[in-house]
């Protein structure tokens, strides 16, 4: 840059900002938070692309602005900063929908050791009793959220209602009971 001659950090290129933003970590700085807001509509349309929804996409673009901060110093300026981003970007979508396979079998393991509206016992007893033994397993608050919502079929709304607690936690508790589930299931599973 001539002497005399001043941009502002949002004239930047990426390189720049990029190389500025390394200097300050472990801190999050100026030109970190422009690099996000230039590159954010980008990062969540692939991301909506890949997870087919937009609370996911949303997700995961958080998520991705937390990888690049821990990921930033082994960033090398060799490479398209965009592309660098939307590897990352990539990979976090490929966890989210990995872990929604899991959360998926896990659920449905759940509910099929649900007891039927008829009063029958679900079709499996011993699958039944693990299940409830992984249950009680959890924190209560998770198990109340995950209970609530997968068996009860609640509203994130009405059990954040219920637990005196905001919706997104509600959907953390519910997510993380799931995830906690099926970890352990699989854990016991011979077949693991």
């Known amino acids: 840059m001539a002497a005399g001659t001043f941009r502002s950090q949002s004239q930047w290129s990426d390189a720049e900002l990029v ?28 991301a909506r692309r890949m997870v087919q929804s937009q609370a996911d996409a949303e997700d995961v673009a958080q998520e ?14 060799d490479r398209p900063f965009a592309h660098w981003l939307q590897v990352i970007v990539r990979n976090a979508c490929l966890g989210r929908l990995r872990r929604r396979r899991r959360e998926a079998r896990g659920l449905w393991e759940l509910r099929s050791a649900r007891p039927r509206t008829t009063g029958s016992p679900a079709p499996d007893p011993i699958l039944r009793g693990v299940l409830l033994e992984l249950l009680d397993s959890l924190h209560p608050g998770t198990r109340d959220a995950l209970l609530m919502r997968i068996v009860e079929e609640r509203p994130y709304g009405e059990i954040a209602a219920r637990l005196g607690i905001g919706e997104s936690a509600v959907k953390m508790r519910v997510a993380r009971g799931r995830r906690a589930i099926a970890d352990r299931y699989l854990e016991r599973s011979p077949s693991a």
Request: proline share 10%; glycine share 0%.
């Open 64 to 77: 991705v602005c937390k990888n690049v901060l821990r990921a930033l110093p082994d960033y090398r300026p």
């Open 19 to 46: 190389a500025h933003a390394q200097e300050e970590l472990p801190d999050r700085s100026e030109s970190l938070e422009l690099l996000f807001a230039r590159h954010l509509p980008a990062m969540v349309c692939r």
